[in-house]
């Protein structure tokens, strides 16, 4: 499968955006998918996870209550909501994808990224 993020750009802190994946392929529900950012000088880091159903989630507590993941098979596409936008947000946002079950620990696929820059 191969992933397309987008819809990253400049916002003011409290703002919101919303990022979007677009996956290739046929069997994209059968995929768990991820959101994960990095910011520059530090290590990538985990946002969110959802299962191929939809049923499961999983966020950062750093974006708890303000981001969130939701997807919509049919139309191959994963989304990241994200609200109340802190400067810390600021990164680069990838998508990812593993095939399975579950909450990924780990992931197969990944997309390049999407610039996310807040300004305080």
């Known amino acids: 499968v191969q992933l397309q993020a987008s819809g990253g750009g400049l916002v003011q802190a409290g703002g919101s955006l919303r990022l979007s994946c677009a996956a290739s392929g046929r069997t994209f529900g059968s995929y768990a998918v991820g959101w994960f950012r990095q910011a520059p000088g530090k290590e990538r880091e985990f946002v969110a996870a959802l299962t191929r159903s939809g049923g499961r989630v999983s966020y950062a507590d750093s974006v708890k209550g303000r981001f969130t993941i939701s997807r919509d098979n049919p139309k191959n596409t994963v989304y990241l909501q994200m609200n109340s936008l802190k400067p810390e947000d600021t990164a680069v946002y990838h998508c990812?994808?593993?095939?399975?079950?579950?909450?990924?620990?780990?992931?197969?696929?990944w997309g390049q990224g999407t610039q996310v820059t807040v300004s305080s």
């Open positions: 990812a994808a593993k095939y399975g079950l579950g909450i990924p620990v780990e992931y197969d696929y």
